[in-house]
């Protein structure tokens, strides 16, 4: 919440009192009104109606801070009663309001991310809401960070997720953190040239042991997952040519299918099973 509701604005006791009980009527008044409404007879009743962000900027006198603080604790409590069923139907327009009254105001667009997935499980809208939040404040890392990360929590679209984590990677300040999330990401859509480029990084240059440990283990997953996938594809043309799997990896090298057998990061080689041609390394990356 900001320090000051009244940021650059001075005024009388009286006339904050009088302008308070006003607004506050005024709201009273039409929602009052509203309610007499029937919802099921007009959809989206349950809202009352505000004009475009840009409109009221203009008719706020200068003040448009200060309403978009009102806007946002009305918003707060509207989406918080549970007992109408289609309050979601207006709420990136809502916060697009706040956005346009105080493009620089860092909460509403955290907050309103969440309410859309959380509450609306409406990920669109949220992602909506951050775009905002990022193109209006492209100094905030925050954004793309959660953005990201509710990519990768709700649809498991890590390329969605690697996009707006590579973003937060560029903003000055972004912690740490997200240059591990972008480099699991990045393996996880199997850009392993880039997941592999970026575990190394952070194993080169981190100072923390216990953060060393956790890119020296995905640099093994990375690696095996990497060789796996170059074994199988010379056991496919082995058996495309001898109708058979090689009874051992060596015969691929004999065959001319491979240079060499690749072996894992701590240099051990990797399990393979003639019978149903799996390969497979020694061990789970995070029990090394």
């Not at 006003?22 to 007009?42: H, N």
């Not at 004009?51 to 918080?80: E, H, M, N, R, V």
């Not at 100094?139 to 793309?144: E, R």
Request: net charge positive; glycine share 6%; aromatic share 16%.
């Amino acid at each position: 919440m900001k320090k000051s509701l009244l940021r650059g604005k001075s005024f009388s006791p009286l006339f904050l009192v009088f302008f308070l009980f006003l607004s506050c009527g005024v709201f009273m008044g039409l929602k009052l009104r509203i309610e007499q409404i029937p919802r099921k007879k007009v959809p989206g009743s349950s809202i009352i109606y505000i004009p475009t962000g840009k409109f009221l900027k203009f008719a706020t006198f200068g003040y448009s801070s200060f309403f978009a603080d009102l806007i946002y604790l009305w918003a707060i409590q509207y989406y918080s009663d549970y007992s109408i069923p289609d309050r979601f139907h207006y709420l990136d327009h809502i916060f697009s309001i706040i956005s346009e009254l105080d493009p620089h105001y860092v909460d509403p667009y955290e907050i309103g991310s969440l309410i859309a997935v959380y509450e609306a499980r409406d990920l669109n809208s949220a992602l909506k809401i951050l775009d905002r939040g990022l193109e209006k404040n492209p100094d905030q890392w925050l954004f793309p960070l959660e953005a990201g990360h509710l990519a990768q929590i709700f649809t498991k679209d890590y390329n969605l997720a690697k996009d707006y984590y590579r973003k937060a990677m560029g903003i000055k300040g972004a912690p740490d953190l997200t240059k591990r999330l972008y480099a699991n990401a990045a393996f996880r859509t199997m850009d392993f040239k880039t997941s592999w480029e970026t575990w190394l990084e952070i194993y080169t240059t981190v100072n923390d042991e216990r953060i060393k440990k956790i890119a020296s283990n995905h640099l093994y997953q990375v690696k095996a997952a990497i060789d796996v996938l170059v074994i199988k594809e010379a056991i496919g043309k082995f058996r495309a040519k001898f109708r058979r799997n090689p009874s051992e990896l060596s015969q691929l090298v004999k065959a001319g299918y491979l240079a060499s057998l690749p072996k894992d990061f701590d240099g051990q080689d990797y399990l393979y099973d003639p019978l149903t041609g799996e390969v497979k390394p020694t061990t789970i990356p995070w029990k090394r």
